[in-house]
C-alpha cells in the first residue's frame, strides 16, 4: 500500500517563477493537508483540502499562494511568483474521511528559490 | 492561538540512558499525536494518544496523555543510535478531532554510541 506521495522532490526556482507541488494522497484517503516547514521552524499549517472544496486555507498567505485537489488527480499547491522566503519543506499530508485523528505524511518538496 | 511547547528542545544523550520529552499547553486538545522525522523526509507517525490519562507503549518508547488532555510525554527506555531524529507533538486545537494539526517546535534527540 504505498504512502502518500510528492513530487518533485526537490526543486529549484528563480525569484518571479511560479513552482507547482503536487501530492498524491494514500489510496482511500479523501483528505488532504499542506504544511510548511521553514529553515529553524516548525512545521505550520497551510490548508485542509478534500475533493474539489478548500476546507480550511486559514494558514495560506493571502497573496500569490493557492491550493486545489480535483475530482482527478492529485493535489497541487502552487506560489506564484516566487521569493527567497518561500524556500522551505513544503509537506503534504493525507487522512481517511472516516478517521481525522491521525494525518500520515509524504516525504517533502524542498523548494529553493535563488 | 493554542500552542503546544515541547522540552527539551535538544537532548544529546549516551546509548543506553533512559529520556522523556514532554509536550504542554495551557488548553484542551482532543487528541495528541506524536512522530518522528529524519533529516531530508517527512514526519512519520508514531502514536495517537485520545483518552486523559491513556499510557500507549511501542516496544521501548512508552507515550502518555495527561488526566486534563493538556500535556503529554515520551519517554523511550535505553536509548540507541537509531532513535536519533526530530521528535515532534502535534495536535488538533479548538476541541476538533479533524482538520489542521498544530505542532510543537520538537526535540532533537541524537544517541552517541
Known amino acids: ?114 | 492561538t493554542q500552542l503546544l511547547e515541547q522540552s527539551p528542545q535538544f537532548l544529546s544523550i549516551q546509548e543506553g540512558e533512559n529520556l522523556t520529552v514532554y509536550c504542554n499547553s495551557s488548553s484542551v486538545f482532543s487528541s495528541l499525536q506524536w512522530y518522528r522525522q529524519e533529516p531530508g523526509e517527512g514526519p512519520v507517525l508514531l502514536v495517537t494518544v485520545v483518552t486523559g490519562g491513556e499510557v500507549k507503549k511501542l516496544k521501548r518508547l512508552t507515550f502518555q496523555f495527561g488526566d486534563a488532555r493538556k500535556d503529554s510525554s515520551l519517554h523511550i527506555t535505553a536509548a540507541q543510535p537509531g532513535d536519533t531524529g526530530l521528535y515532534l507533538c502535534a495536535g488538533h486545537p479548538g476541541g476538533t478531532s479533524y482538520g489542521k494539526l498544530t505542532f510543537g517546535q520538537g526535540t532533537i534527540l541524537t544517541v552517541h554510541p
Open chain 1, 1 to 114: 500500500n504505498a504512502g502518500v506521495m510528492q513530487n518533485p522532490r526537490h526543486l529549484v526556482r528563480r525569484r518571479g517563477q511560479e513552482a507547482r507541488l503536487r501530492c498524491s494522497p494514500m489510496k482511500g484517503h479523501s483528505h488532504v493537508y499542506w504544511y510548511r516547514q521553514l529553515p529553524e521552524e516548525g512545521l505550520k499549517f497551510m490548508v485542509y483540502l478534500q475533493k474539489e472544496n478548500i476546507i480550511d486555507e486559514s494558514g495560506m498567505p493571502k497573496e500569490r499562494f493557492s491550493a486545489e485537489f480535483p475530482k482527478e488527480g492529485p493535489s497541487i499547491l502552487r506560489i506564484q511568483q516566487v521569493v527567497r522566503g518561500d524556500s522551505a519543506a513544503y509537506f503534504c499530508a493525507s487522512s481517511p474521511a472516516t478517521s481525522s485523528y491521525e494525518q500520515y505524511f509524504g516525504p517533502g518538496t524542498r523548494l529553493t528559490v535563488t
